[in-house]
């Protein structure tokens, strides 16, 4: 599976961004995705999931509320809609698909997750 984040830029706090995460692979279908981030000087962390059918979702706290994770199988695309954005949401954005196909439970480890997408630079300015 290869994957390939985008839809990043520089907007105000307070508008909305969407990213797409575009598979290669007949069987993107069948992987969890993931949605992590990564502050200059930070770690990368954990923002958003999604099993590989859609039924389920998991956000960090300081993402929920403000940001939607949602998957198009059919288009190999999974997004992640960014509403609210706020100058701490400033980093460069990566997707990443799950290890194993088909499971069932969505997880934030980031461990858990195989394949990495090249990131997406997000700027909210204040």
């Known amino acids: 599976v290869q994957l390939q984040a985008s839809g990043g830029g520089t907007v105000q706090a307070g508008a909305s961004m969407r990213l797409s995460c575009a598979a290669s692979g007949r069987t993107f279908g069948a992987y969890a995705v993931g949605w992590f981030r990564q502050a200059p000087g930070k770690e990368r962390e954990f923002v958003s999931a999604?099993?590989?059918?859609?039924?389920?979702?998991y956000y960090a706290d300081t993402v929920k509320g403000r940001f939607t994770v949602s998957r198009d199988n059919a288009k190999n695309t999974v997004y992640l809609q960014m509403n609210s954005l706020k100058p701490e949401d400033t980093a460069v954005y990566y997707c990443?698909?799950?290890?194993?196909?088909?499971?069932?439970?969505?997880?934030?480890?980031?461990?858990?997750?195989?394949?990495w997408g090249q990131g997406t630079q997000v700027t909210v300015s204040s």
């Open positions: 999604i099993s590989w059918n859609g039924d389920s979702t």
């Open positions: 990443a698909a799950d290890r194993d196909p088909l499971r069932a439970i969505v997880t934030s480890t980031r461990e858990q997750y195989g394949y």
